[in-house]
Nanobody, 119 residues
């Protein structure tokens, strides 16, 4: 069955770094654009970063540009989110998303991983 399993979240001080991982299984990884979303308490889920199925293009929310980097490893069926210079406002549950190219019928979500930025 389809699985997206996030890991790497935790508590970090402002200015620190974390790397999130999302291990995918049960579908053809190279046919899916991969994204990271986040949802803070009381707020709507928002797109943080996206990478195309081949890894050639990325896009970021303005709030994380220059601080976060999304990447993918097709040999490991894994997508990463490197987060640097973390701020308290980055505190949220981070979700991995898979979106099949050319079809809106195949969208998958992970269970989420908590990131807390606090001193």
């Amino acid at each position: 069955q389809v699985q997206l399993v996030e890991s790497g979240g935790g508590l970090v001080q402002p200015g620190g770094s974390l790397r999130l991982s999302c291990a995918a299984s049960g579908f053809t990884f190279t046919l899916y654009h991969m994204s990271w979303y986040r949802q803070a308490p009381g707020k709507e889920r928002e797109l943080v970063a996206v990478i195309t199925n081949g890894g050639g293009r990325t896009n970021y929310a303005d709030s994380v540009k220059g601080r976060f980097t999304i990447s993918r490893d097709s040999a490991k069926n894994t997508v990463y989110l490197q987060m640097n210079s973390l701020k308290p406002e980055d505190t949220a549950v981070y979700y991995c998303n898979a979106d099949r190219i050319g079809s809106a019928a195949y969208v998958y979500w992970g269970q989420g991983t908590q990131v807390t930025v606090s001193s």
